[in-house]
């Protein structure tokens, strides 16, 4: 991660091609190496951290965007289905969702007018992301999973806020120095929340 920011800081990108596939493919080890059979909630949290692995690589390129949104997009619907193998859709307590719903209503108004033609996908995206921030919170706070999935979640949900103001707001290096040490972080917490789910690892 320091090797990463750092290349990005001095503009060496070798470094920081090698850093961010190096630091993504951490977190998707990490998140095999706690996989069992059988275990429908580490399944679906796997597959989201190889979409979002892939995320990472296609964002190295400022012509795959695009694809990038969208396997992140992929990725945050793996984590719901992930959240709502661990606790139904029908336990989630509402009270967890009003923090959410005005985040990213913030952030959608405070992005809208900077959208163009991208907001139909980057509102999709919101949605999801909501959502999938929604489920993490919901199910610590039901006892369902530990409290590191709900970290990991809401860490990833502000590294997009980090991501967006770099894309559509203000180009800086902050935007990254900050974002992508809270990203990697969310992402290792919720590799280690792969098996501690009922019957898994703890």
């Known amino acids: 991660m320091v090797s990463l920011v750092r290349a990005i800081r001095v503009g060496d990108r070798a470094l920081e091609v090698v850093s961010k596939a190096a ?47 969208t396997a992140f997009l992929l990725g945050h ?16 307590p509402i009270a967890a969702l009003a923090p959410v719903l005005a985040a990213s209503g913030l952030a959608a108004a405070w992005l809208w ?40 979640a809401v860490l990833f949900y502000l590294s ?12 800086a290096f902050i935007n990254r120095a900050l974002g992508l040490p809270v990203y990697y972080l969310g992402q290792l917490l919720l590799a280690l929340s792969i098996g501690s789910s009922p019957g898994g690892l703890p």
């Open 23 to 69: 630091a993504s493919g951490c977190f998707v080890a990490l998140g095999l190496a706690r996989l069992q059979a059988g275990d429908a909630f580490g399944t679906w949290l796997a597959a989201g951290l190889l979409l979002c692995a892939a995320g990472d690589l296609c964002l190295l390129d400022d012509r795959g965007f695009s694809a990038g949104l």
């Open 160 to 171: 997009d806020l980090a991501v967006a103001r770099q894309r559509f707001v203000r180009p």
């Open 113 to 152: 007018k900077r959208l163009g033609r991208r907001r139909v996908p980057v509102l999709a995206y919101v949605v999801a992301i909501s959502l999938m921030a929604w489920g993490g919170l919901a199910t610590a706070a039901a006892g369902a999973l530990p409290i590191r999935a709900a970290i990991g």
């Open 77 to 92: 619907l793996a984590y719901l289905g992930a959240f709502r193998s661990a606790l139904p859709l029908s336990s989630w």
